[in-house]
């Protein structure tokens, strides 16, 4: 690991860092061979020999009153900007057998490609007000490792969950000398659709048209029916066509809000 980092004034940061990380035996998920159905997978855990992690990471966070450096007291003062970004390259070499000389090659099992965090807080110290927005989002990544066989090839295709990004949003007050605090909080409130799919066609990414498989009735705008073989996974279409995405499945998580008050006695 290598890290830099400033802080250029009270309460704030500016960082940025590079890393490296080598595993031996890392334990990552997968479909068990041979087992999986349309009613769901069937999962299990083993160890690869060797996966490697290459990164960089930048953080910072500052008031807005204090960039142009300043002194005097001001509205802005009370506005507090944060992000944190990490970039992830994972490597992970898979032999598909025992006997096998070469590897595959691919992303590392429940590590996404790059992780966002920022926000803003306000606070008024006089009003004993405080407000925090902040948003995460996470890349898309290998939820479930699909089953290989003797030769190579997937049974089973690999199940990835698709990014999709979280909003939370906070709010508290102190009345009556901080006695009484109220505080209201909402999470997740994009309430975006969570999709696990098989990317077919290794585009690296979920298509827009990208039917359902199963009990899936809603995945994108363009839903269209389309017959998919429950055994290889693959979509069933005329020779010279490509596969198009399969979302295995989707769900909504909801938002939620809570309202809580506090009294000091």
Request: aromatic letters at 12%; charged letters at 20%.
């Amino acid at each position: 690991d290598f890290r830099y980092e400033i802080f250029p004034g009270n309460g704030q940061l500016f960082s940025v860092s590079a890393f490296y990380k080598n595993f031996t035996n890392p334990i990552e998920q997968y479909v068990l061979p041979g087992v999986s159905s349309s009613d769901g997978l069937q999962v299990s855990y083993r160890n690869q020999e060797t996966a490697k992690n290459l990164g960089f990471e930048t953080e910072f966070r500052l008031v807005l009153g204090k960039i142009n450096g300043n002194e005097i007291e001001n509205v802005w003062d009370k506005f507090t900007v944060f992000s944190n970004l990490a970039l992830i390259r994972s490597q992970v070499n898979v032999k598909y057998n025992d006997t096998a000389t070469s590897t595959i090659t691919r992303q590392l099992q429940g590590q996404s490609p790059y992780v966002f965090n920022g926000g803003v807080t306000y606070w008024d110290e006089a009003k004993k007000f405080n407000v925090s927005l902040m948003a995460n989002r996470v890349g898309q990544r290998i939820s479930v490792v699909g089953s290989v066989n003797q030769f190579g090839n997937e049974d089973e295709p690999t199940l990835w969950e698709n990014g999709r990004t979280v909003i939370d949003l906070s709010l508290t007050k102190s009345f009556l000398k901080e006695k009484l605090e109220v505080r209201l909080t909402g999470r997740d409130l994009l309430a975006q659709r969570q999709y696990f799919y098989w990317d077919l066609n290794g585009n690296g990414k979920l298509d827009s048209d990208a039917g359902g498989y199963g009990e899936i009735t809603q995945t994108k705008a363009t839903l269209v029916d389309r017959v998919v073989d429950p055994i290889t996974g693959y979509e069933i279409v005329p020779t010279g066509s490509a596969p198009r995405d399969v979302v295995r499945w989707s769900t909504v998580f909801g938002r939620t809000l809570n309202v809580q008050l506090t009294y000091k006695f």
